[in-house]
């Protein structure tokens, strides 16, 4: 890993008997963009605001471009930006207004830059917030978050509210901050956004963390659907004994497999007979996102090593 912008270690905060979070321990990368995933209630707004020492730990340690937020908060908020998940803003002052305050506590601010944003994310700044939409008043957080040129861009559920437009502008920003090394905390529910712009992602489940891994090594080892068309009847029982194929569901002369890991064993067990068309789909984030909460949110999906199914 390069230079660790942020390093948790056994970071832990309890409300009272309540749980916060327990016991997190991971480092983000200088330039790295890093997705934090989990339910609602999983933790991720309360390790968002220890960062900023808005709430402090009740245990562990936190750094931060190597400073501690309990004594050196203010440094770390200079070098940072911020987009809360639930966004309050000042709705009698203009967009412009709003902007020109908090620039006014920031280092750096050029006026050019902040229009070059409004600009790009389609943004009146001269309308008084009370009149603007969720999604302009998104739009004012984006720009207040970017605007100082940050070293580091702490955003949670950063595209909520915006049209598919301004969502593909904003990853277009993300990439140019990408590549000037600033380092991204994104917090996310939109699984197709966090597999497209993160090179890593930690998930957390319940307070604790249950996965911190690259996407492709995470997709790698998820569970993927695979159907094979045969010149005759599905050859189930050939499949189905496989320790990589979890479930195999003949239907005429197509074989549906579910397998997780490598393909090897399945390709070559396919070479014994003759296949007439081949239909793949690899895991999405979401996928994965689902195996380790379920689809309604409960218990992760089952032990890999259980042994595989035939449907007849």
Known sequence: MTNPIIEASALTKRYGSARGVED?????????????????????????????????PTSGTLRIFGLDPRTDGVRVRDRAGYLPGELALYERLT????????ASLRHGVAWPYVEDLADRLSLDLSR???????????????????????????????????????????YALLEQQRERGV???????VMPEVERVCDRVA???????????????????????????????????????LPSVRRAEPNGDALMLTVEGPLDAVIKEAARFTVVNV??????????????????GGPPASDPSSRSETTS
């Open 24 to 56: 997190l321990s991971f480092e983000v990368g200088e330039g790295e963009v890093f997705g934090f995933l989990g339910p609602n209630g999983a933790g991720k707004t309360t390790t968002i605001r220890t960062m900023l020492d808005v709430i402090r």
């Open 128 to 170: 008084k917030i009370a009149d603007l939409s969720h999604g302009n008043k998104q739009k004012i957080g984006l720009v207040q978050a970017f605007m100082h040129r940050p070293d580091l861009l702490i955003l949670d559920e950063p595209t909520q509210g915006l049209d598919p437009l301004v969502q593909q502008t904003f």
């Open 183 to 189: 380092t991204v905390f994104l917090s996310s529910h």
């Open 203 to 241: 998930i957390v489940r319940e307070g604790r963390l249950v996965a911190v891994e690259d996407i492709g090594e995470l997709k790698a080892r998820a569970r993927r659907r695979l159907d094979l068309h045969f010149d005759g009847p599905a050859p189930t029982e050939a499949f189905a004994r």
């Open 95 to 102: 967009g412009s207004d709003y902007v020109r305050t908090f």
């Open 279 to 296: 239909e793949t789909r690899e895991p999405s984030l979401e996928d994965l996102f689902l195996a380790y909460f379920g689809a309604d």
